[in-house]
Each structure stands twice: as C-alpha cells, then as structure tokens.
C-alpha cells in the first residue's frame, strides 16, 4: 500500500510538470502578436478577442448626459409608463421655465450666467426627474452676429442649471432647445445597450466557379455573430478589432469576401420593430434650426472689452496637447471662431497655410467629417490628389515638402447605396493605419471617427479606441514628437425616425465623452468641435458648412503652429 502511494505521488508530480510545459508554449503562442491582414483570418468558430493590457472600463456617468443607472432608470421608466408598456404622455417633458440666477442689471464681459431650467410637462406640472437632453445657447444679432454654448447641470429633478461665460458687449438672449426629452434619452439608451443590431450590413461572397456572389449579413457586434449558423470570423484581436460574417455556402469560402454595404430595406424592418408606436412618437421630426429656435424673454446686457487672448486677466496658454478643461471653448463672433481654451491663430491666406506646414506630412484617419478637413487644406491650398476620396487619397507638394493623406477607416460604415459596395481590400484600420508610420517632429496624425458608430453597441466603440490607444502608444514610444490630433464629434439634423435611431445627437455626444475618458492621459490634442457646431449660424449637419470647417482647421493648424 506505501508503494502504492509512492508511485502516486511520482506520477502527480510528473503530470504537474507536463502541465506546467505545455502551458508555457501556449502562453508563449498566445503572446505573440497577430498581424495578419484582415481577410487572411478564417475561422469556423468565434473565438473571444485577446484582451489588450488596457482593457475598456465603463465611463463614470455625468447625470446631465445619461439617464442613470439601472435601478433608478426602471423607477422612472415605471413612472412614465402604464402598465401595459404604453407611454403616459402627460409626463413627457414639453416645455421649459427660464429664470436667471441672481439677475443683474448690467453684467460685465468674462462674467459667469447661470439660467435655471426647470422642465414641464403636457399639464404644466414641473417634473421630479431629470434626463432631459438640451441644446443651450447665448447670442446676440445686432450690431454683431455673436454666439456660443452652455454648459448643462442636470439635477436629476427636472431642473438644470446652464452657465454661459459672458465673451462679448451688447444685448444678449438666451435660447433652450429639447433635442430630446428625458423619456426619449431612456429608450435611445434601452436600444444601444440591449439591440443587437440597428443597421444591418451584408457582405457579398464570390463563388469563383461559377462566377456568382453570396450575399450575406455581418456584424462587428460579437454577441450578433452568436446568432450566425455558421462564422467566417475577420477580427483582429491585436487592434481590438472585431468583425463577422456568417459563412457562405460551399464552394465559396471566407476568404472570397469582396465588398459589403448596408440592407436598406432589412434595416428598415429591424429599426420599425425596435421601437413601439407610442415610443415613436417620442422623437418628432421639427426643425431645430438657429433661426426659428423658440426664445426665451431673458434679454442680458453685458458691458466690456470682448474675450481674445485673455480670461480672468490670464493670458490664454498657447494650443497644445492636455490642455485643462475651461468653463467654454470659445464662442462665435462675426462668423469667426474664438476659442478660450487656447491662443488660436488665423492663416487667412494660402501663404500663411503653406509656411504652417512646409516639410510637414498630415495623415488624416477617419470617416467623412474628417475627410472635410483634408479637403479644405487641399483646396485652399490648390493642391491635386492622386487616389479615390471613397477609400483614401493623397495630396503632394514637391515645392513644399508637403503630403497631405486621407483614408477612410475599416467597417463598422454605412452605405446606402446597393447599386456600389465598400471593397474590403481597400479599406485599413486606423490602429493599423497607425502603426505604418514611423512618426517625427514634423508628422501628424488625425483621427476622426464617429459617425458610423453612433448605430453600433457602445462596446464597439470602445474596444475600437482602446485599439487606436494602443497603436497610439506605440507610436510615442519610436517617435514621442509625432503630434495625435483626435476630432471629435458635431450635431447633426434628425430628418426621420432612422436619424434618431442610428444618428442621434445623444449618441454622437457619448462618444465624445468616450474618448475623453480612454484617451485622457495620453499626449494627444483632443480638438472639441462640439461647442462650434451647437452654436453655430447654421442648421445642425453632419458635415458642417465650409465656413465652419475653415475654423475647423484653424484650430488645428494652432496646434500644429501655435506661434
């Protein structure tokens, strides 16, 4: 029996240690990086992505711009429903009261204004809880066209407080839109975190013998691929990329994948049965324009020299990465934008461009809002390109020592028409796109992506970042000069119930705050454009007017050139 037990104990031992081997080569697999391009990975089974050594963590939420958390969201969607699920639109939020804080008669320019909003609802009532997402703006008409932005607090009780910095003299009104009411946000939010998909995209899958496509439905959404019969699997877990297609029929193979675009009338379909028909009429299609904004009777007078290069007696640092946050970005003026964050310059004239970027290379990663600011350096700038602005293109000045490149970033993107497909042997991730370039003093890099995720799970989004953080980090450690310049998100118009669904104006604002909170310590250049766009004399767009996009880039080329 004792002989017994010896040879037992040997023999555990022995299988500790084959155990222990095997596990080192694995790791020492499993470790190594995975480069391969996209279309090479074929997989029968969904794998879970390697996770990064940053892996997503969940934003703490700021009450004005979520609904809350989950106990407190199912307390108030109680309270604004029946018990059959119907809407109870008495308590939907209608209207606004609007007070100023401790009025003054005459207010001094740099000052602060704070105006109360306190939501009604269809009866008049004031409500017991907040949500409420808000557009607030400050302008004046005469003798100047002048405006800028507020910064909301939601006290979670149906009143808000909206503080304006005060940057110019004159006679100043105060507007409040309701882009979407507190009820609307809770389903808006409902959808993004808990439907799997609200755009459906198909890829097509060429049969080579006999010369036919396949077409079918892909996701980068990885519990939608869950529901596949059978996955050719496209992710790139190095970049926290994840993209899945079911697999077509034999003969074709993943590998034949050519092009995708979206199922216009699939999409309908799936969009129509997410929402109830009482939940429908929660997002009204109205025009939100500047001009036709319903205004309150608060008429401000503020007397002093306009806000330049100075706030509060301080001269405003010159544009760089890390800036602190400031109680405003700036504010329009005459159709010029100026910002208090730092010392903006103005290049007014080809020239002045041309001695900003001299023996300077720009790469421009993103969708198409991006893309506007590549164009408008081109055109201002008289330069050709070679190469499709569909996918990417390129813009060279010998004489300069100048490059200028734009590319279009991988799927998740949207495209309606079915008569053109996106050809996925044409398209890069950013993070790769990244890691391509070796960086120096004179290289930057900008990325802009946002819009065709504002359909997809948050989770998305952020892994996509979290990869672009990472390829980021990389990048500092070869060549810690490279300036990273992140464009954020803008307004848009909400023409239909889609808009709402894929496109609203409470998602793009997420992924702002997003990328915030991921990119926050790293030495990158957060240019916030979502202050120029709310306030600005235009109609909410996607692609803002060219007007606009020159202030865009003049922000830019302050951090490029700051003196």
């Known amino acids: 029996m004792e002989k017994f037990k010896l040879w037992l104990v040997v023999f555990l031992c022995l299988a500790c240690l084959v155990s222990i081997f095997y596990q080192g080569k694995l790791n020492s697999v499993t470790n190594e990086r995975n480069y391969q391009p996209l279309l090479k990975a074929q997989s029968k089974d969904i794998s879970p992505e390697t996770p990064l050594p940053h892996t997503p963590t969940l934003l703490k939420t700021i009450p004005a711009l979520h609904a809350g958390n989950n106990k407190r969201e199912g307390v108030l969607i109680s309270q604004w429903r029946h018990k059959n699920g119907s809407v109870d639109f008495s308590l939907v939020t209608q209207s606004f009261v609007i007070s100023v804080v401790n009025p003054q008669p005459v207010y001094q320019v740099g000052q602060q204004l704070l105006i109360k909003i306190v939501a009604r609802d269809s009866k008049g009532r004031a409500k017991s809880y907040g949500g409420d997402f808000l557009r607030t703006k400050l302008y004046s008409t005469a003798p100047v066209k002048a405006s800028t932005t507020g910064r909301v607090t939601d006290f979670q009780n149906g009143t808000y407080i909206a503080s304006f910095v005060l940057s110019w003299p004159g006679k100043l009104s105060v507007s409040v839109q309701l882009i979407h009411s507190s009820e609307a946000v809770q389903v808006l939010k409902r959808i993004r975190d808990t439907e799997q998909t609200r755009r459906i995209m198909v890829c097509s899958f060429l049969d080579e013998n006999k010369n036919i496509s396949e077409w079918t439905p892909c996701t980068n959404n990885v519990e939608k691929s869950n529901s596949f019969h059978d996955v050719c699997d496209f992710s790139k877990p190095a970049i926290n990329a994840s993209f899945y297609c079911e697999r077509p029929r034999p003969p074709s193979r993943c590998g034949s994948i050519k ?116 164009a408008f350096l081109k055109q201002f700038m008289n330069l050709r390109h070679e190469g499709d602005i569909f996918y990417g293109a390129t813009s060279v000045s010998k004489e300069h020592n100048m490059k200028l490149k734009f590319a279009f970033h991988n799927f998740p993107r949207n495209l309606n028409s079915a008569q053109k497909m996106i050809e996925v042997d044409k398209i890069n991730y950013v993070a790769d796109n990244i890691d391509d370039i070796v960086g120096g003093p004179n290289v930057v890099i900008v990325v802009g992506l946002w819009a065709h995720y504002t359909a997809e799970h948050i989770e998305t989004f952020r892994a996509r970042v979290w990869g672009i953080r990472h390829a980021i980090e990389r990048l500092h450690s070869r060549s810690p000069e490279t300036m990273v310049v992140w464009r954020t998100s803008n307004t848009n118009n909400h023409v239909d119930l889609s808009h709402f669904v894929e496109n609203s104006d409470w998602y793009a604002y997420q992924l702002l705050l997003e990328v915030k909170e991921i990119l926050k310590d790293l030495n990158v250049v957060i240019l916030d454009v979502w202050d120029m766009s709310e306030s600005m004399w235009h109609d909410a767009n996607m692609h803002p007017p060219q007007d606009v996009i020159e202030n865009h880039v003049n922000m830019l080329l302050s951090y490029i050139c700051p003196s």
């Open 259 to 374: 092009g995708c675009h979206r199922d216009s009338k699939g999409t309908s379909a799936v969009q129509d049965e997410m929402l109830t028909a009482d939940e429908k009429k929660l997002f009204p299609v109205r025009d939100i324009s500047f001009e036709e904004t319903p205004t309150s009777s608060i008429k401000i007078r503020a007397t002093g020299r306009r806000l330049t290069n100075k706030v509060a007696e301080k001269t405003l640092p010159l544009c760089a990465p890390r800036l602190p946050e400031t109680a405003s970005e700036g504010y329009w003026f005459n159709g010029t934008w100026y910002s208090l964050r730092c010392r903006a310059r103005r290049f007014p004239a080809t020239q002045f461009m041309l001695n900003c970027l001299q023996n300077k290379s720009l790469f421009f990663f993103g969708d198409s809002t991006t893309r506007q600011w590549w």
